[in-house]
C-alpha cells in the first residue's frame, strides 16, 4: 500500500478524533471553535477522496450511521493513511449508509 500524497496524516487525525468518543464530546463542549478552525483549514489541503472521506465520516457521525466504538474498530481494522485504507474507509460508510436505509 502506498501513502497518498498531500496531508494524509491530518486526515488520519481527524479520523482519530471522531473515533475517540471522549475526545469527541470535549471537542463539543470545550474545544468547538477550534476544532471547526483546524477542521476548515484542513479541509481545502486534502486531496480530493481523503476530504470525501471526511465529509462522509463527519456526516455519519452526525447521523448516528455510525458512533466512535465503529469508527475506532473500523481504523484499528484498516490502514487509513493508505490510498486503500481511505477507499475503504469510503466503502464502508457507503454500506453503513445502505444497510440504515
Known amino acids: 500500500m502506498v501513502p497518498m500524497p498531500g496531508d494524509g496524516d491530518?486526515?488520519?487525525g481527524f479520523a482519530t478524533e471522531f473515533a475517540d468518543g471522549e475526545r469527541w464530546?470535549?471537542?463539543?463542549?470545550?474545544?468547538?471553535?477550534d476544532f471547526q478552525v483546524r477542521l476548515a483549514e484542513v479541509v481545502g489541503e486534502l486531496?480530493?477522496?481523503?476530504?470525501?472521506?471526511?465529509m462522509m465520516l463527519l456526516l455519519a457521525m452526525v447521523d448516528q450511521t455510525v458512533d466512535s466504538a465503529q469508527v475506532r474498530e473500523f481504523l484499528d481494522a484498516h490502514d487509513a493513511s493508505t490510498e486503500e485504507?481511505?477507499?475503504?474507509?469510503?466503502?464502508?460508510?457507503?454500506?453503513?449508509?445502505?444497510?440504515?436505509?
Open 10 to 12: 491530518a486526515f488520519l
Open 25 to 33: 464530546k470535549l471537542l463539543q463542549s470545550e474545544g468547538w471553535d
Open 47 to 54: 486531496p480530493v477522496r481523503r476530504r470525501q472521506a471526511l
Open 85 to 101: 485504507g481511505v477507499e475503504a474507509v469510503i466503502a464502508w460508510l457507503r454500506q453503513k449508509r445502505r444497510e440504515r436505509g
